[in-house]
């Protein structure tokens, strides 16, 4: 499933839904949790800090459900960021936001950035549904 999102946070309940639906339809609704909470990371963060909510500007969500693995791909038209130094830093549990990193690598299995960090690949293993304390960081 591929969707075009506007860069606005109206648009993240809708393609959330679609997603869940998707996982519904495939049996794998144990996942809605896990996969919705990391792709409202994800997609908030291509809209405020990527897109900086700019209405010409899209995000682009891709889902692939195959046998293993649910793949989420996001990819913003912004400015792109340093995702090696911010993978580094510990969260911040007063801050308002920046702990997209850290949700992410407590869900998923693996976590994948490209294009300058406009573009974010997240694995969820269908053999896993808990949090994890590890993630493997593909470059």
Known sequence: MQLILTSQLQSV???CERVNELLTTQ???????????VLRELL???????????????????VRVGWRWIKLRVQDQGSGFNWRQTRRLPPN???????GMAITRLYAQRLHFSDGGRQVEV???QQHSEPRNHIQDVE
């Open 93 to 99: 549990i007063e801050a308002t936001s920046g702990r």
């Open 44 to 62: 908030n963060n291509a809209i405020l800090h990527g897109n900086r909510q700019q209405p010409d500007k899209r995000v682009t969500l891709e």
């Open 123 to 125: 694995w969820f293993d």
């Open 27 to 37: 049996g794998l609704e144990k996942f809605h949790f896990p996969v919705e909470l």
């Open 13 to 15: 309940d809708p393609a």
